[in-house]
């Protein structure tokens, strides 16, 4: 996704803005060029725009939430000018959670938009409709009319009228049943129902697909270009999002224990800096598990460690291999998916665990080898059609 940089957290989960925040710069400079605009003007777009972007980020939370409900994390919160996405660690396994998750961002901004029109009824009966109605005979006249409201209807009135549309505007988009937005994995959970998850993500991808140049064709036939664009992006992000399921439920239909090393190099808490220079450079093994006197695993020393290790001043030779293992790791099941193995080895920035199989450790996994492994397999199945 590229970098981007934190600037805020909130229930535990770091909110923060991609770089193309960045493209702003040159459209606010544009914007306060327009004698038309002016210094009020570039004010109001600019509250307009966080307001904007605080819906979207309730949005993303109503999904991380939801999530959370299932036991799963999310990394991040990322915001750009165009989308907003959470960075959820995995998809809930159950249709049902998955639809859960899915429909969480839209009810969102449909519980925002439903007190914004509580308030509205409140304060200025009437508002509503009446932006509206200007809202709708401005498009129709592309822009061209000039917005003519009484005088009671406030500044605050108005934008908050806009919020409303907008936020009815983040749902309707969102529910288009095409990838990726909230709709396609709502449409595809719903089918997953009825059929097996490849499939149901097969269908949901060409409904997407049909609906993206639909949106396509409309928009060049009405000369709304930027629509067009969205079409184009909605096109290819629904491909991608099929390509990403088909990948990964290739990977998860392999069985750990096809992977496991069960020959390995045990070091032990005495093991000398000599001995263990000597394994890594003329050995194939670059990360050892490390054993205490009573065989059981103390700590991962890894190749980053030892490179570490070997690196550093004279007085390594003097020191000990527990300064350099890493204690916190996880052990494996055999019974866990290969795409749970990756995101932990991520997580521990380790390329090399344990495995147990019932409470017992039977061997190693090792990054690399699911990899070879992996490709091996594709190779396999290429050949077969
Ligand atoms: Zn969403």
């Given at each position: ?252 239909r392999f069985d750990l224990s096809e992977m496991i090393r069960t020959n390995f190099t045990k070091l ?118």
């Amino acid at each position: 996704m590229g970098p981007s940089v934190q600037i805020a957290r909130f229930l535990g989960i770091p909110i923060k803005l991609h770089w193309t925040f960045l493209l702003l710069i040159p459209l606010a400079g544009y914007l306060l060029n327009r004698p038309d605009i002016g210094w009020n003007g570039f004010l109001f777009f600019c509250i307009l725009f966080i307001l904007i972007s605080i819906c979207v980020i309730f949005h993303e939370y109503g999904h991380a939430l939801a999530a959370r409900k299932y036991g799963i994390e999310t990394d991040d919160i990322i915001l750009s000018p165009l989308f907003g996405v959470a960075r959820i660690r995995k998809i809930p396994d159950s249709p049902f959670g998955e639809f859960i998750v899915a429909v969480a961002g839209p009810m969102m901004n449909i519980m925002i938009g439903f007190i914004l029109v509580i308030y509205l009824q409140w304060a200025c009966p009437g508002a509503l409709s009446l932006f509206g109605h200007e809202l709708y005979e401005s498009i129709m006249s592309e822009g061209e009319r000039v917005n003519a409201f009484p005088e009671n209807f406030s500044m605050v009135d108005m934008t908050i009228s806009i919020l409303v549309f907008v936020n009815l505007g983040l749902v309707l988009f969102n529910l288009i049943p095409a990838f990726p937005m909230d709709g396609g994995r709502m449409f595809r959970a719903v089918l997953n129902n009825f059929m097996d998850k490849l499939t149901a993500t097969r269908i949901a991808t060409i409904v997407g697909q049909i609906i993206s140049l639909l949106i396509i064709f409309v928009s060049i036939y009405y000369q709304q270009y930027g629509i067009t664009l969205v079409g184009l992006f909605v096109y290819y992000m629904a491909t991608y999002e099929f390509k990403m399921i088909k990948h990964e439920m290739f990977r998860n239909r392999f069985d750990l224990s096809e992977m496991i090393r069960t020959n390995f190099t045990k070091l032990s808490i005495f093991s000398t800096r000599s001995e263990i220079s000597d394994l890594f450079i003329k050995g194939l093994e670059k990360n050892f598990l490390v054993f205490d006197d009573d065989e059981s695993i103390i700590g991962i020393l890894s190749k980053e460690k030892i490179i570490d290790w070997m690196a550093d001043d004279e007085n390594s030779y003097h020191q000990e291999i527990k300064n350099y293992i890493v204690k916190s790791f996880p052990m494996i099941d055999t019974n866990m998916k290969v795409d749970d193995v990756l995101q932990l080895m991520r997580d521990f920035n380790l390329s090399f665990l344990p495995v147990e199989k019932n409470g017992n450790f039977i061997g190693v996994l090792d990054r690399n080898i699911i990899y070879d492994y992996l490709d091996l397999q594709r190779k396999l199945i290429l050949k077969k059609y």
